[in-house]
């Protein structure tokens, strides 16, 4: 299994940005996808970014495209999700994840590795 650990998460005004950060460790060699999800209180977790191998695409929900980057430096087997103007409906605990064999990787049950998630906060 891979192990993940979020970090970057924080309490911004709206129009802020962020970086979140995802150290990787264990047998990453078997991901062949790497995603962020967010999950609000009384809600479900929702799919937000993935940077899939094989050219490393880069596939976003519509509600963060533009605003949002997800990237990954392999040397420090660190994921990134940079958010820029920043929402108050951006506010959610995020999750970095990991999937062994994913298709699409737009699905939380792809996934088989997440980390212990990060709080976002945006304020209007």
């Known amino acids: 299994q891979v192990q993940l650990v979020e970090s970057g998460g924080g309490s911004v005004q709206a129009g802020g940005s962020l970086r979140l950060s995802c150290a990787a460790s264990?047998?990453?060699?078997?991901?062949?996808?790497m995603g962020w999800f967010r999950q609000a209180p009384g809600k479900e977790r929702e799919w937000v970014a993935t940077?899939?191998?094989?050219?490393?695409?880069?596939y976003y929900v519509d509600s963060v495209k533009d605003r949002f980057t997800i990237s990954q430096d392999n040397a420090k087997n660190t994921v990134y999700l940079q958010m820029n103007s920043l929402k108050p409906e951006d506010t959610a605990m995020y999750y970095c994840?990991?999937?062994?064999?994913?298709?699409?990787?737009?699905?939380?049950?792809?996934?088989?590795?997440w980390g212990q998630g990060t709080q976002v906060t945006v304020s209007s």
């Open positions: 940077i899939r191998s094989g050219g490393n695409s880069t």
């Open positions: 994840a990991a999937a062994n064999w994913g298709s699409w990787c737009m699905s939380a049950v792809e996934y088989n590795s």
């Open positions: 264990g047998y990453t060699y078997s991901s062949n996808c």
